[in-house]
Structures are given as C-alpha cells and as structure tokens.
C-alpha cells in the first residue's frame, strides 16, 4: 500500500517569492509520482509527473520537482509565484500496475501581492 | 472536443433518493476510475474499472453501486442517498493498466444532498 504526506495545509507566500510545497510518500513498491493542481471550484490538472528517467521534473509554467529515492520525497518547488498560482496542491503516487492515485491531503498557495 | 466528460456538473437532492453520475470518454482508454472528494478536499478512489471488468472496489458502502456498460462509460448509482454523501465526484480514464502514463480527470460533479 502507498501513502502520502503533504505535511503544509497552507502556504502563505508573496508574489515573485520562491516557494516549496513538500510532499513525502511511502511504499514498498516503486511507483509513479505527481502533482496535480486544483483551482478554485474547478477539476484537477496535471502539474507534473515522474513515471522514469531524469529525476528532475519541470511544467510549461515553471514549476519544478524533484524525486528523490532515499528521502522518498517529490517537493515541487517555484522561484517566483504568481498571484495566479494561488491553488490547492495535491501530490499523489500510484503503484505501476493497477495505478489507482493515492493523494495527500493537498496544500493549499496563497499568493498575496 | 471534451476528452474525459461527467453528467451532470451539479447535482442537488433530497436524503434518501436514488441518483446516478454518468462519466465518458472518448479516449479510447481501456481503464476508468471513480474518486470522491469530500468536504475537505481530500481525495480518494473508490472503483476502477478495465475493458468493464471492475478491478478495483475500495471500502465503499453498498449503496454505491458502479456500471461499464461499455469501455467508454463509467458510471455511478447512488441509493438512498445521505448527507455525507455530499462530495464532489471526479472521473478518471488511463489508456491501460500498467502502461507508463497518467490519468486524464473529468470535470467533476458536485453532489448535495439536502
């Protein structure tokens, strides 16, 4: 079984601040990792996604994250927010073969000018 | 053209009906799922389904009852419905199990029950 800890429920930041959201999983599969971004009253989008490969994982809107094996963790991190970028994080992982999404409980970017 | 759709976007109802949540995509993925989305956003599976074969039932009441009439339709059917069912419902296909890619997410549907 998997598990996942987004130990932030919200992060205050300033507008063009550098942000880091964390996120820490545990399981005793490999699996796969993402992001996923929810706007006010909307669905969920695809921020990012490690399936294989370079462990460092980047979106079209400059957010970045890494996965990192030993610390099983996949923190996202930005340089510089938006005040658009104010949203609620969820990170999630899913086992490769049926692939269910396990979510932490989100984080939630509050962005202020 | 809309790849993962959910009917209907709202939905409000009174305790102890009987609704249904239709989910379709046009994809042609072989894997669909159900995730509830509670109150406090916290998300979770309940059903998956592969080529209408259901591969994946979480701890969910009976009541919650789902349906692959075709690879390309999940749906859900909830009886005599209560207020902690009031959630906001998201759909999910996956071209096919085990492949190295991602889940697509419908809308949602947000439920109230009165």
């Given amino acids: 079984a998997q598990s996942v800890t987004q130990l932030d429920s919200q992060v205050p930041v300033f507008e063009e601040a550098p942000v880091e959201l964390r996120c820490n999983y545990s399981s005793s599969v490999s699996v796969y990792l993402f992001w996923y971004v929810q706007y006010p009253n909307q669905g969920l989008q695809l921020l990012l996604k490690y399936l294989s490969g370079s462990t460092l994982v980047k979106s079209i809107n400059g957010f970045e994250a890494e996965f990192n094996k030993s610390q099983t963790s996949f923190h996202l991190r930005k340089p510089s927010v938006h005040i658009s970028d104010t949203a609620e994080y969820f990170c999630a992982v899913s086992d490769k073969s049926f692939q269910k999404l396990v979510f932490g409980t989100g984080t939630r970017l509050l962005v202020s000018p | ?114």
């Avoid at chain 2, 389904?49 to 749906?75: C, G, Q």
């Avoid at chain 2, 071209?95 to 890619?101: F, K, L, S, T, V």
């Fill in chain 2, 1 to 114: 053209d809309t790849a993962v759709s959910q009917t209907p976007k709202y939905l409000v109802t009174q305790m102890g009906n009987d609704k249904s949540i239709k989910c379709e995509q046009n994809l042609g993925h072989d894997t669909m799922y159900w995730y509830k989305q509670d109150s406090k956003k916290f998300l979770k599976i309940m059903f998956s389904y592969n080529n209408k074969e259901l591969i994946i039932n979480e701890t969910v009441p009976n009541r919650f009852s789902p349906k692959s009439p075709d690879k390309a339709h999940l749906n859900l059917h909830i009886n005599s419905l209560e207020l902690g069912d009031s959630a906001v419902y998201f759909c999910a296909s996956l071209p096919q199990r085990g492949a190295r890619e991602t889940q697509y997410f419908g809308p949602g549907t947000r439920l109230l029950v009165l």
